[in-house]
């Protein structure tokens, strides 16, 4: 679990660094600015806000599915075997069924 967790800041902080860049991408191109450039820096400046845009918006999806993974998961292990509710972490009992949990060391 701790490598899913490290995987998930990791992926994380690149979605930040992508939308950043995003963010100086969409500046570079705005308005005046791509006036001024000659024909193939604007070209590549277009392109590569169009590339941030894409990137940023994959690790952005990847970033949701891994936590709806990370979620899914986490409740799996917090069903009752029983009658498989819901319980909380310190429940010692269902409150569906009234079985008893037994605390793992």
Sequence with gaps: MKKF???RL??????????????YA????SGYNLL???SSAGYRAATTYR???LIFA????????????YRRSRQKKL????CGALRGENDKFCKMCGYAFQKRK
Excluded: E, H, K, Q
């Design 10 to 23: 990791i992926l994380a902080l690149a979605t930040a660094a992508a939308g950043i860049y995003m963010i």
């Design 36 to 38: 001024t450039m000659d």
């Design 51 to 53: 590339w941030s845009v």
């Design 5 to 7: 967790r490290l995987f």
């Design 79 to 82: 069903a009752c075997p029983s």
């Design 58 to 69: 994959l690790l952005l999806a990847a970033d949701i599915a891994a936590a709806v993974f």
């Design 26 to 29: 969409n500046i570079s191109v």
